[in-house]
């Protein structure tokens, strides 16, 4: 049998080493994020660089001001269209890993609540008579602060749905506003 010295040691040495490797799975998660990121942003970039160059030249090639307007306003809508698809794929790889760590923190938060019982149910095993009642809050007070951190999670999930389906909703409408304003502009 293990003294109570030796439990709680080794329950502090298994949660010092949980803490590395949920840091160290933060920063693998956030790092595939920020490639994600720069391979976007990569893409987007010679995207922009070939598309401008395009156009330039389709605009040197202009023969009045009338055909240099019209080509001007033609390249509007692709360039809007272009941007807000930037957006939303930024949006995505955000959203995903953040729901990545979210996931990951979840995980680990309930294998340290599942080890602090444990090492709680070990120590009230060997706990002097009459200790019943601190045992039992102690289990009461991780029991709320685990329903906390639960419904701390669904609104804040909750909440991230909202503004994500707000955004989106807000993407819609200026692209649309902007198909509209583009096809007016290109009527005159």
Known sequence: MTTLTEQFSAATKANFEAQIALFSQFANKTFEGVEKLVDLNL????????????????????KDVQEFFSLSSAQAQ??????????????????????????????????????VISLIDEASKNAPAGSENAISFVKTTIGNFNAGY???????????????????????????????????????
Do not use: C, M, W
């Not at 995207?47 to 330039?56: I, N, P």
């Not at 957006?87 to 979210?102: F, K, M, P, W, Y």
């Open 43 to 62: 893409k987007a970039t010679k995207s922009s660089l070939e598309e401008t160059r395009e156009a330039t030249q389709k605009l040197l090639t202009a």
């Open 78 to 115: 692709p360039t809007v269209e272009k941007s807000l698809a930037y957006g939303r794929h930024l949006a995505g790889i955000v959203s995903t890993t953040q729901a990545e760590l979210t996931k990951t923190a979840e995980a680990q938060l309930a294998e340290v609540n599942r080890k």
């Open 150 to 188: 639960e419904q701390f999670t669904k609104s804040a999930k909750q909440a991230t749905d909202a503004l994500e389906a707000n955004v989106s909703s807000a993407v819609d409408q200026l692209s649309q506003a902007t198909v509209k304003a583009t096809t007016r502009g290109s009527k005159k």
